[in-house]
Nanobody
Framework: VQLQASGGGLVQAGGSLSLSCAVSGNTAGIDFMGWYRQAPGKQREFVAAVRWNVGSTFYADSVKGRFTISRDNTKNSVYLQMNSLKPEDTAVYYC???????????????????WGQGTLVTVSS
């Protein structure tokens, strides 16, 4: 499984940005997809996740109500719509794929088997 994230860029606070993650390879075994982010000097943190077939979604409290994760199985893609962006949302955003969902651990990086290369989002104040 290969993941290619795109859509990052520079945006003013309060603005919006949409990220995409193209999934290729053997996607049959994917159970869930997630977005993570890592700001300079900080640990990678969970942003959102979606069950690949079921479509149920999960969010970090810090982005709930502002970000929306979605997937299009026909296009093998996952999206992250980010609204009302804040300077603290500045980070490199990564998409990830997990093969076996354990809902209690879906927010842990160790639950994901494949990672994309990341795309930089910068929110100016």
């Amino acid at each position: 499984v290969q993941l290619q994230a795109s859509g990052g860029g520079l945006v003013q606070a309060g603005g919006s940005l949409s990220l995409s993650c193209a999934v290729s390879g053997n996607t049959a075994g994917i159970d869930f997809m997630g977005w993570y982010r890592q700001a300079p000097g900080k640990q990678r943190e969970f942003v959102a996740a979606v069950r690949w077939n079921v479509g149920s979604t999960f969010y970090a409290d810090s982005v709930k109500g502002r970000f929306t994760i979605s997937r299009d199985n026909t296009k093998n893609s996952v999206y992250l719509q980010m609204n009302s962006l804040k300077p603290e949302d500045t980070a490199v955003y990564y998409c990830a794929a997990g093969l076996r969902a354990i809902l209690s651990t879906i927010r842990r990086p160790s639950s994901y088997d494949y990672w994309g290369q990341g795309t930089l989002v910068t929110v100016s104040s």
